[in-house]
């Protein structure tokens, strides 16, 4: 017996990954939002598109300034994961409310990356479309670092406790590492 899941649900039965938190700046403004929806698009050049609503503040701040940094985050910044995905930028420095550190990139000048995530990818614009009520970014990646400890070739999903969205309320995280 299968349950039926109705199609806006639907995008539940689908993972797309660890969540990511995005940083983007603008003049004088500085965000951080919580993402489920992203993905890789091309080795070469090395591509990655990430999908935000219309209405995100992180959506605007992103098309003025044309870069956007994907920092990933561990089980430990749960709770922070959660109040960025919540609040909008528009009215609150999250970085100062979710005593998370920004840090100056390496390559990109304008956007900041967050110190306490495991790994950071600093991404240069170059398209933009738009798909019902969402934009998808595609960006290149320009330069990209992980916690030494922690990667090697690919994450150790043993050691770096991913998350990943279910959906609503729901994560859940990488336990061990299955070479096949
Ligand atoms: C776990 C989680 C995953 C989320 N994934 C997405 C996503 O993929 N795309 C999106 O547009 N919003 C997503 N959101 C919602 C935004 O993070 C949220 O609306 C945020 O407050 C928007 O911030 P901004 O207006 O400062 O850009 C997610 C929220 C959470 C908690």
Redesign the pocket.
């Known amino acids: 017996m299968k349950l039926e899941v109705s199609p806006q649900s639907s995008t539940r039965l689908l993972s ?1 990954g660890n ?1 990511i938190l995005v940083t ?1 700046a603008y003049k004088d403004k500085k ?8 993905t890789p698009l091309s080795h070469k050049p090395p591509l990655a598109g ?4 219309k ?7 992103i098309e003025k300034s044309q870069e956007f940094i994907i920092n990933v985050p561990d089980l430990n910044l749960l709770e922070k ?2 109040f ?7 009215d ?1 420095d ?1 970085f100062q409310e979710a005593k998370l550190t920004p840090i100056k990139a390496k390559r990109l000048i304008k956007t900041p990356l967050i110190a306490e995530c495991i790994g950071n990818l600093e991404c240069s614009l170059i398209d933009v479309r738009e798909f019902g009520d ?1 934009k998808l970014f595609v960006a290149e990646i320009i330069y990209a670092q992980a916690e030494e400890e922690l990667f090697s070739e690919t994450w150790n999903a043993g050691k770096a406790k991913l ?1 990943y ?1 279910l959906g609503g309320k729901f ?1 859940t995280t990488s336990e061990k590492m299955i070479e096949a």
């Not at 965000?31 to 992203?38: D, E, G, M, R, S």
């Not at 960025?84 to 528009?90: A, E, I, L, Q, T």
Request: aromatic letters at 8%; a positive charge.
């Open positions: 797309s969540v983007s965000n951080i939002v919580t993402l489920a929806w992203k990430i999908c935000i609503a209405t995100h503040f992180s959506s605007e701040l994961v959660v960025c995905g919540k609040v909008s930028g528009r609150t999250k969402h998350l969205h994560f």
